[in-house]
């Protein structure tokens, strides 16, 4: 038979609500402090809001799931969690010695299907390769940012 459920505050998701309002507040405050602006359309510091307060949205939602009575957090996948944190540190490692965006967020995305229990790792590779390309032509020639450059990059 399994335990009731307690009826008080489930404290984890609780502490991480309160994360994402920290995060979100430094978000805020990095973007009142940028000092260039968007002559036209949205700027740097607009998407910087945008961002703040979806962080601060999820941080309500996170208050709001630990009052809820009944929460029954199951069991942390540890090695899941080995798998997104090799994620990024591939994501910055390939940046960081001049791979690029594209075989970093490739490896991104393939390591991260693998944390959610996806096998298939050369396919994960093709399709992670192939949304990168996409989102690096996207941001690079139409909407002229620059990204990280590596390799594959300086093709384009």
Do not use: C, Q
Request: net charge positive.
């Amino acid at each position: 038979m399994p335990l009731p459920a307690s009826s008080g505050i489930h404290r984890p998701t609780l502490y991480i609500g309160l994360g994402l309002f920290a995060l979100a507040a430094v978000t805020w405050f990095d973007a009142r402090s940028m000092s260039i602006r968007a002559t036209y359309g949205m700027g740097a510091d607009a998407a910087s809001y945008f961002v703040a307060a979806f962080i601060a949205a999820l941080g309500v939602g996170h208050v709001f799931a630990a009052m809820k009575p009944g929460i029954d957090a199951g069991e942390t996948d540890w090695g899941a969690v080995m798998w997104i944190a090799l994620a990024m540190g591939g994501l910055v490692g390939s940046i960081w010695i001049g791979l690029g965006f594209i075989l970093g967020s490739t490896l991104l995305f393939a390591l991260t299907a693998r944390a959610f229990g996806r096998r298939a790792l050369p396919f994960d590779l093709a399709i992670g390769f192939g949304l990168s390309l996409m989102i690096f032509l996207l941001f690079n020639k139409l909407l002229k940012l620059s990204l990280p450059s590596g390799p594959l990059e300086r093709l384009f």
